[in-house]
Each structure stands twice: as C-alpha cells, then as structure tokens.
C-alpha cells in the first residue's frame, strides 16, 4: 500500500502536458473597444496622435456599437479639426451624421470656435 501510495505521489510531480492551443498573441487579443478606450483616454490626456491613431484602428478593427463608432468619428474630427486638416474634420463629422442623422454636439461641443462651425455646415439648424 505505501509503495502505491508513493507511486501515486510521484505520480503527481510530473509535469502534466498542455494540451489546449496557446493563448494567441497579444495584439491579436486587443479588442475594437479597448482601441476606443485607449483612444479616448489619450485624446483627453492630450496625445493627440496616439487618440487618432487608436480610434482609427479602432474603427478598423470594426467596433460593434454605433454609438462607439460616432464617438469615434466625433473625436476623430475634433483632432482633424484642432490639427487645420478641415476636410477630414468634415469627413470625420460625415460620417458620423451618416450614422445618425440626429446626432448632435453638447452646448459646450458646439460652441468651439474651431469644429463648431464645420459641424454646424453639415447639420443645419432645423426651422425656429
């Protein structure tokens, strides 16, 4: 009985192998919505250029909900716009709009003096 029972306990001391696949690299894990997250997180710490490189890749990558896809776009045509590259400002705001015709800036979106105005030329105000 000892000697089964110190087969058993040796036994145990083997490496067992790995029989499920390796996990897959890590890029290959990163998500459409973590590339969003990221993206806004660097846009409102003011890199600028890792927020639109993030948020492009996020789009690329094919987020799932429309509204992370016009969050996307919106932010997008903030850095286009505070950049002076208006026509993808516009592009940017394009496409959002064509995602939901009804989206709107906040008061305070609205009001910047630099994407206000090219937001403002896409959506006109409805009749008073």
């Not at 987020?63 to 505070?82: E, G, M, Q, S, T």
Request: a positive charge.
């Amino acid at each position: 009985m000892a000697a089964a029972a110190a087969a058993f306990l040796l036994g145990a001391c083997v490496p067992l192998q790995r029989t499920a696949a390796p996990a897959p690299p890590l890029a290959a894990r990163v998500t459409a919505e973590r590339l969003l997250a990221d993206g806004l997180q660097a846009y409102e710490d003011g890199q600028y250029s890792v927020a639109q490189r993030k948020l492009r890749d996020a789009l690329e990558e094919g987020l799932a909900a429309r509204p992370d896809r016009i969050d996307a776009h919106k932010h997008l045509a903030f850095i286009y716009c505070v950049s002076r590259q208006e026509a993808l400002c516009r592009d940017a705001f394009g496409r959002a709009l064509q995602l939901d015709p009804a989206f709107t800036l906040t008061p305070a979106e609205a009001g910047h003096p630099l994407w206000g105005p090219v937001f403002r030329s896409l959506k006109p105000r409805g009749p008073s």
